[in-house]
T-cell receptor
């Protein structure tokens, strides 16, 4: 029974390029959350999605960031025109229902912007 | 002021010691309280999930919530080197997003 799968594990981009981070939730989970973790800081909520719907994007920067969770396939977090400040670990989590406390996290994607 | 405050450590203890990890918070709307453990270069994993004030025990782990003081604790008995990790407290108002502490790094020395 596979857990949350994220890829790539490491992503290096130059300033101005696009970054695409993928997340496949636990099989049967229809609720996906994206969090960002900066060094020495806790996880910061970015966005909560259900299949084909964005439910809460209150933690997403207004520009350059977008997320989707299509009917088929993984959830995608997309960052356009990356800047050095986007360098962080991005974690995806899933849950079988809306209660957010019991989240299953992936191993994260470490994004480095040169 | 952060909504959730957590001492970053590092906290170093000998094997077998009792470990006490703590968080304070300012938002009285938090209703659900969690502790996650995060190993290096891994995602967090849920250790304890509690609702309302009181104690909850699971094996060597005890979670304690004091809503009147806005203070939560995680106790680890008979600590093991495999417990060495970063421990994150997290809280939920019943909306959709968890608020995490910054994490406490624990090192258990064999």
């Amino acid at each position: 029974n596979a857990g949350v799968m994220q890829n790539p594990r490491h992503l290096v981009r130059r300033r101005g390029q696009e970054a695409r981070l993928r997340c496949s939730p636990v099989k049967g989970h229809s609720h996906v959350y994206w969090y960002r973790q900066l060094p020495e800081e806790g996880l910061k909520f970015m966005v909560y999605l259900q299949k084909e719907n964005i439910i809460d994007e209150s933690g997403m920067p207004k520009e350059r960031f977008s997320a989707e969770f299509p009917k088929e396939g993984p959830s995608i977090l997309r960052i356009q025109q990356v800047v050095r400040g986007d360098s962080a670990a991005y974690f995806c989590a899933s849950s079988p229902q809306e209660r957010t406390g019991q989240l299953f996290f992936g191993s994260g994607t470490q994004l480095s912007v040169l | 002021q952060k909504e959730v405050e957590q001492d970053p450590g590092p906290l170093s203890v000998p094997e077998g010691a009792i470990v006490s990890l703590n968080c304070t918070y300012s938002n009285s709307a938090f209703q659900y309280f969690m502790w996650y453990r995060q190993y290096s270069r891994k995602g967090p994993e849920l250790l304890m999930y509690t609702y309302s004030s009181g104690n909850k025990e699971d094996g060597r782990f005890t979670a304690q919530v004091d809503k009147s003081s806005k203070y939560i604790s995680l106790f680890i008995r008979d600590s093991q080197p495999s417990d060495s990790a970063t421990y994150l407290c997290a809280m939920d108002t019943g909306r959709r997003a968890l608020t995490f502490g910054s994490g406490t790094r624990l090192q258990v020395q064999p």
